[in-house]
Each structure stands twice: as structure tokens, then as C-alpha cells.
T-cell receptor, first 113, second 114 residues
Framework: DAGITQSPRHKVTETGTPVTLRCHQTENHRYMYWYRQDPGHGLRLIHYSYGVKDTDKGEVSDGYSVSRSKTEDFLLTLESATSSQTSVYFC????????????FGEGSWLTVV | AQSVSQHNHHVILSEAASLELGCNYSYGGTVNLFWYVQYPGQHLQLLLKYFSGDPLVKGIKGFEAEFIKSKFSFNLRKPSVQWSDTAEYFCAVRASGNTGKLIFGQGTTLQVKP
């Protein structure tokens, strides 16, 4: 597929604990994104990155932080997980080599109890 | 700010019926337009995209979409659906030339009855 690996794929965690989701790409694309998918809301952009150490907020960034220290990795951190952050999280990538089309990873299912 | 609206939230069709899913966006400038499909339990896959040129674009699996600039629309069509088309469909818009943020509609669930 698009050379995107998300980990973990499934996680159950308790309210108040920190959680980090990892997105790893093998395509050397410039742009990386984190979306969350919830019923009735489609996909909403949390944060995105346009280069190493260059990140910006999306539509629903509250409660989330990101880091990109290497081109291939984009980390999403929930500093203190809440039940409202139970969701499916998708990483996506794009760049000139993909014709600027955005391709998605397989998703990470997070449940906060 | 960009926004995307998909009019149909849940569509039920019989096999061989024709499909049209509506998508309208709001943005005053040049846009790139996409349709993605998500089969149950899977990730999003690109069906088709429009960047420029012929406003009628053809995608995979017999799908096509028409960009009508005056109506800010990018409707998805398929002449004859199959049971295997049962999935959720998302329209998405990106302002051309920006950092690449893709904004999605709420999605349309398509159920095709055999």
C-alpha cells in the first residue's frame, strides 16, 4: 500500500493516562497528518506536519500534541486521555511523489475507559 | 475556512441501481477534490481525485465524479452498483496550493442489497 505503519493498532487505556500513537512512513513524504474518525463527524484533522519539527494545529487539536523529529515518524500524544478521545485515529501522508494525493494508514483504535 | 457537506447520510440501493452521492464545498479559491471509500473495518482508499482539466474524472471500480465549479459541487456517480460497493464514502476538499490540509465531509453510508 502507501508505506504507512501505525502503532499500536488497538489500545485500551484508562482516563488520565498519557498515550502516544506512532505513525511511520517509508515514502519520504513531506506532509504527515493525524485525523480522528467518529460517527457522524467524518474525519477531522487534529494536527499536521509539513516538515521535520514543523507542525500546526488542525480542527480538533485541544488535548493533543505532536512531534516530528524525523521525516519518517509523526507521533500523536494524548497527555491525559479522556473518554471523549475514544476514537479511531488515522495517520496520512502526502508529497510530491504521491502527486500531492493524501494516503491513509490502517488506523489505530483507541478506547479510553 | 473550507467546509464540505455531503447531503445523503445513508443510502440504500438494490444491486444494478444507479448511484449519485452529493458533495458541496465552500471555498472561494481553487480547490483539489477527492472521493475516498472506506470498506467496513478498513482504512480509507482513494476512489478518484480532481486537480484540474476535464471536470469529469474517472476513478477505480467504475466510479466517476463531475466537478461543477459554478455549483461548488463534486458529485460521485456509478451507473450500476454491486453488493461489494457497500461502504462509507467521503468527499474531501483541499485548498489548492496550501500546506495540504484535507477537509472531509461527514460521510455517506451506502448499503447495497443483493
Amino acid at each position: 500500500d502507501a508505506g504507512i505503519t501505525q502503532s499500536p493498532r488497538h489500545k485500551v487505556t484508562e482516563t488520565g493516562t498519557p498515550v502516544t500513537l506512532r505513525c511511520h512512513q517509508t515514502e519520504n513524504h513531506r506532509y504527515m497528518y493525524w485525523y480522528r474518525q467518529d460517527p457522524g463527524h467524518g474525519l477531522r484533522l487534529i494536527h499536521y506536519s509539513y516538515g521535520v519539527k514543523d507542525t500546526d494545529k488542525g480542527e480538533v487539536s485541544d488535548g493533543y500534541s505532536v512531534s516530528r523529529s524525523k521525516t519518517e515518524d509523526f507521533l500523536l500524544t494524548l497527555e491525559s486521555a479522556t473518554s471523549s478521545q475514544t476514537s479511531v485515529y488515522f495517520c496520512a501522508i502526502s508529497g510530491e511523489r504521491s502527486g500531492n494525493t493524501i494516503y491513509f494508514g490502517e488506523g489505530s483504535w483507541l478506547t479510553v475507559v | 475556512a473550507q467546509s464540505v457537506s455531503q447531503h445523503n447520510h445513508h443510502v440504500i440501493l438494490s444491486e444494478a441501481a444507479s448511484l449519485e452521492l452529493g458533495c458541496n464545498y465552500s471555498y472561494g479559491g481553487t480547490v483539489n477534490l477527492f472521493w475516498y471509500v472506506q470498506y467496513p473495518g478498513q482504512h480509507l482508499q482513494l476512489l478518484l481525485k480532481y486537480f484540474s482539466g476535464d471536470p469529469l474524472v474517472k476513478g477505480i471500480k467504475g466510479f466517476e465524479a463531475e466537478f461543477i465549479k459554478s455549483k461548488f459541487s463534486f458529485n460521485l456517480r456509478k451507473p450500476s452498483v454491486q453488493w461489494s460497493d457497500t461502504a462509507e464514502y467521503f468527499c474531501a476538499v483541499r485548498a489548492s496550493g496550501n500546506t495540504g490540509k484535507l477537509i472531509f465531509g461527514q460521510g455517506t453510508t451506502l448499503q447495497v442489497k443483493p
